[in-house]
């Protein structure tokens, strides 16, 4: 199972930016996905999470209205779209699956698998 995020990098506050998740060596339909992000010194927290049809989701109360959560379970991947970006939501990004984790799963204990981060900086 790996996880790839890509689509991080430097914006100003206001701005937008779309993170995509490549998941390989596993079909992401049968696993809870969920995004998660960390700022220096901070602990690791939910983002925004999806079930496997892609009719709920559930989002932190800090990015609800600004983040939307996607995913494609055909072409295995995942995506957070990211509007009206403000300082506070800068860290290092990661998206997340588990087949144990329940689906809209915003717990990081409850994920076994991570990709390696893609960092958002807002300035």
């Known amino acids: 199972v790996q996880l790839v995020e890509s689509g991080g990098g430097s914006v100003q506050a206001g701005g937008s930016l779309r993170l995509s998740c490549a998941a390989s060596g596993y079909t992401i339909r049968r696993y809870a996905v969920a995004w998660f992000r960390q700022a220096p010194g901070e602990e690791r927290e939910g983002v925004a999470a999806i079930d496997s049809d892609s009719i709920t989701t559930v989002y932190a109360d800090s990015v609800k209205g600004r983040f939307t959560i996607s995913r494609d379970n055909a072409d295995n991947t995942l995506w957070l779209q990211m509007n009206y970006l403000k300082p506070e939501d800068s860290g290092m990004y990661y998206c997340?699956?588990?087949?144990?984790?329940?689906?809209?799963?915003?717990?990081?204990?409850?994920?076994?698998?991570w990709g390696q981060g893609t960092q958002v900086t807002v300035s």
């Open positions: 997340a699956a588990d087949r144990g984790a329940s689906w809209c799963d915003l717990e990081v204990s409850s994920f076994g698998y």
